[in-house]
């Protein structure tokens, strides 16, 4: 590996600047990506990230050590190493990291997406000399159909559900897809509800200035929630639990991209999903490469050595670089860590874990 980036035990470092770009323990400088749990680990002394994303961040991370900010495309330089962030479109805030010193240039994207999203800044494509890239879906076979398609499916789901009385929930990632969906769904056919680990990203949402519709936490011990009409938005690890009976008869749905593949569908016994991801498909992830022109490609998590393999057949200079970023793993145990952003949800199970 060049030298601008290096691989150590707390994570990606530049020695010429002396900061980390998400690293994986607690560091002096933490340059982050976005908020997710694998990319912004709580307890580092100080940490930058795009200005867009600072109130996600301070919820994820907590205490009281100084964020500094920049504004999408706006420079600083650290200790001579000029460092900007231009927009990832993954969730509210997320970066691309651009990193220049004595005139190579690396491109860290943390997670990104192409595809429109009215909850966050579109991707921005940055030319490097060396690009680092997520492969969570760098297989061919992920193709993501348009959002606006994903959305009339799920309207057409949730009227469905109301016509038999039954809730709709829609287990989605807290920080990113559940507000994503808030945002694209109709939220004239009913109300819309949100397990409290969602409403905490809700609130930070709304207090950077994203627009959502309106959206309501779940009382404690409440029971029938929302009577049979309302769209129910959890993460995850809900499914299953004791907190879904809040809602008396449920049909369960996944929003992801993994529900492109039939045995993982079945083995979550989901009688429908959604796919809908805030990652890159296949060919986003190739149009994100090549746009950025770069001599050399580095690939991280997920498919990253066949996609690596595929873009030497295509004459990158490429190779998988090992990294702990999990992007979104796969269900049931598939992946190598916890979803990437429930490493701070409580346990669905307790009254609270529901409260607004």
């Given amino acids: 590996m060049a030298d601008l980036l290096e691989l150590t035990p707390e994570g990606l470092y530049c020695r010429q600047g002396d900061f980390y770009v998400d690293p994986w323990r607690r560091v002096p400088r933490a340059v982050v990506t976005h908020a997710h749990a694998d990319h912004a680990r709580p307890g580092c002394?100080?940490?930058?990230?795009?200005?867009?994303?600072?109130?996600?961040?301070?919820e994820r991370i907590g205490g009281a050590a100084p964020i500094d900010t920049l504004r999408f495309g706006e420079s600083i330089s650290i200790n001579g190493v000029t460092v900007s962030f231009h927009s990832a479109g993954h969730v509210l805030g997320s970066a691309q990291v651009r990193i220049e010193h004595a005139g190579?240039?690396?491109?860290?994207?943390?997670?990104?997406?192409?595809?429109?999203?009215?909850?966050?800044?579109?991707?921005?494509?940055?030319?490097?000399?060396?690009?680092?890239?997520?492969?969570?879906?760098?297989?061919?076979?992920?193709?993501?159909?348009?959002?606006?398609?994903v959305a009339a499916a799920i309207n057409a789901w949730w009227r469905e559900n109301q016509a038999a009385g039954r809730t709709s929930v829609i287990l989605a990632y807290a920080l990113g897809k559940a507000?994503?969906?808030?945002?694209?769904?109709?939220?004239?056919?009913?109300?819309?509800?949100?397990?409290?680990?969602?409403m905490?990203?809700?609130?930070?949402?709304?207090?950077?200035?994203?627009?959502?519709?309106?959206?309501?936490?779940?009382?404690?011990?409440?029971?029938?929630?929302?009577?049979?009409?309302?769209?129910?938005?959890?993460p995850p690890s809900v499914a299953g639990s004791r907190w879904l009976r809040l809602f008396g008869e449920t049909r369960v749905a996944p929003a992801s991209g993994w529900m492109t593949v039939r045995?993982?569908?079945?083995?979550?016994?989901?009688?429908?999903?959604?796919?809908?991801?805030?990652?890159?498909?296949?060919?986003?992830?190739?149009?994100?490469?090549?746009?950025?022109?770069?001599?050399?490609?580095?690939?991280?998590?997920?498919?990253?050595?066949?996609?690596?393999?595929?873009?030497?057949?295509?004459?990158f200079d490429a190779a998988p670089l090992a990294t702990r970023f999990t992007g979104e793993p796969p269900p049931d145990g598939e992946g190598d860590a916890p979803p990437a952003d429930e490493g701070d949800e409580r346990d669905p199970d307790i009254a609270d874990g529901a409260a607004a």
Avoid: N
């Fill in 179 to 198: 507000q994503r969906i808030a945002a694209l769904v109709d939220p004239s056919i009913g109300p819309i509800v949100a397990h409290g680990a969602v």
């Fill in 45 to 58: 002394d100080r940490y930058l990230c795009a200005a867009r994303g600072k109130l996600v961040l301070r």
């Fill in 104 to 149: 190579v240039a690396w491109v860290v994207t943390g997670d990104y997406k192409l595809q429109a999203d009215p909850t966050c800044d579109p991707f921005e494509h940055v030319e490097a000399d060396v690009f680092v890239t997520e492969s969570t879906f760098g297989l061919p076979i992920y193709r993501w159909a348009e959002p606006e398609t």
């Fill in 200 to 234: 905490k990203m809700v609130r930070a949402y709304r207090d950077s200035g994203v627009r959502l519709p309106p959206i309501d936490g779940v009382p404690p011990r409440a029971r029938r929630v929302g009577d049979g009409r309302a769209l129910v938005i959890a």
């Fill in 263 to 315: 045995g993982i569908r079945r083995r979550r016994g989901c009688e429908r999903g959604f796919i809908l991801s805030d990652h890159a498909d296949f060919p986003g992830l190739l149009t994100a490469i090549e746009a950025s022109r770069a001599r050399r490609v580095l690939v991280t998590h997920g498919a990253s050595e066949s996609l690596a393999r595929l873009l030497r057949e295509r004459g």
